[in-house]
């Protein structure tokens, strides 16, 4: 199913937890495989730890109620920004500490899909699984994703592109 590309196949992870962890590609079909695979019992998705306290950090710190415009607008400028947020950057990196060592406490392996933790943690993703730009496109399209998908792809695409030390494999996605 999947393939390995560029020269970052050989370069062992350097992973500090010893947990395995991959960056899953969004709209690749992570949720599929956590939840309804036939391994669904040996992952644990990031995104089921982290976005609810993610969202009630981000409510308090910004003043504004979940579901909302401007909690979703709030939401959107912290993850993009997150560089220039010291204390949601901080919030983040407790979160990815605790669902780390959950994971290994648990012995599964940890499946996480947000670009700010593949800049955040580059080194200790043991893979990188990502797709091609015109897949996630249509994929984009068809689960009605709102945004700027071409400009996300791109900023990803780039971030992926500057890792040296992680295995990444492109996925067929159909």
Do not use: C
């Not at 983040?92 to 955040?120: C, G, Y």
């Not at 893979?127 to 990803?156: C, E, N, Q």
């Amino acid at each position: 199913m999947y393939s390995t590309v560029g020269s970052h196949v050989a370069h062992p992870s350097k992973a500090k937890t010893k947990t395995p962890i991959i960056w899953a590609h969004p709209a690749i079909g992570k949720s599929y495989v956590v939840e309804k695979g036939t391994y669904a019992n040996k992952f644990m998705d990031w995104d089921v730890e982290f976005n609810a306290r993610r969202d009630a950090w981000i409510a308090k710190h910004s003043n504004t109620i979940q579901g909302t415009t401007e909690f979703k607008e709030a939401k959107s400028y912290y993850q993009k920004h997150w560089k220039t947020i010291p204390d949601f950057e901080n919030f983040v990196r407790r979160e990815w500490e605790r669902i780390t060592l959950k994971a290994k406490d648990e012995n599964k392996i940890l499946v996480a899909s947000p670009h700010m933790l593949l800049q955040m943690f580059p080194e200790q993703f043991n893979s990188i699984l990502t797709m091609s730009y015109d897949a996630f496109m249509k994929r984009s399209i068809a689960r009605g994703d709102s945004g700027k998908p071409h400009d996300w792809k791109t900023d990803v695409d780039a971030t992926i592109n500057a890792l040296s030390a992680n295995p990444v494999f492109a996925g067929k996605v159909k």
